[in-house]
């Protein structure tokens, strides 16, 4: 086979290709607000749903975050999301459950939180929010899990959230538009490196 040939048999291959995705494309119709949950054992939680804050912020739409259980350090995507004046910011945990060893307090902490959360929801013009470790949350049953689904279920229509955290239970797995699950295959803190300014905070 000649390269012209070779190249007229990938035009055609791609060609089919862009129709069928084409046609998938405009078979969807639907536009809604979508919940999403990002859970696992693996690496990239809030990343992600970071990464998203920045999509949205980026297509001027107003931004969200509360976070459920961390708060108690300082991170890199705090400090640069912040600095946009669309973006409301509210670390409203006091660290991992094993650092605080008071349940009366997480639960207390989490509430806040989750009124916060609600106050939110409730704004016009939101476009995103970002509900940090509300699954380590629902986990040990900080907060009742029929009042989240209730709460999230009555938000805007048009409102996008996003929910982080190991575990996350299966109603709200039930519950989301788009699940992704985050799955360890290696890792550099089983290698013995320590957390690292920039990539862990």
């Not at 650092?99 to 609600?118: G, H, K, L």
């Not at 970002?130 to 380590?136: K, P, Q």
């Amino acid at each position: 086979m000649t390269g012209d040939e070779d190249a007229a048999r990938h035009r055609e291959k791609m060609a089919r290709r862009k129709a069928v995705q084409d046609a998938e494309v405009a078979a969807k119709t639907v536009e809604k607000g979508l919940l999403m949950v990002h859970t696992g054992a693996g690496k990239g939680k809030s990343t992600a749903a970071f990464g998203l804050a920045l999509r949205m912020l980026g297509r001027g739409r107003r931004v969200g975050v509360v976070q459920f259980i961390k708060g108690a350090w300082s991170t890199g995507e705090r400090g640069l999301l912040e600095a946009y004046a669309m973006l409301e910011w509210h670390s409203m945990g006091e660290g991992f459950t094993w650092e605080t060893q008071d349940r009366a307090r997480d639960i207390a902490a989490c509430r806040r939180a989750w009124e916060q959360a609600r106050r939110m929801m409730a704004e016009p013009g939101l476009g995103l929010l970002v509900l940090d470790e509300l699954c380590i949350a629902l986990r040990y049953d900080y907060l009742p899990l029929d009042e989240v689904l209730a709460g999230l279920a009555a938000r805007p229509a048009g409102l996008h959230v996003v929910v982080t955290g190991r575990n996350a239970p299966q109603p709200l797995l039930d519950a989301a538009d788009t699940v992704t699950e985050m799955k360890p295959v290696k890792h550099h803190f089983a290698a013995g490196v320590k957390a690292q300014e920039g990539i862990e905070f």
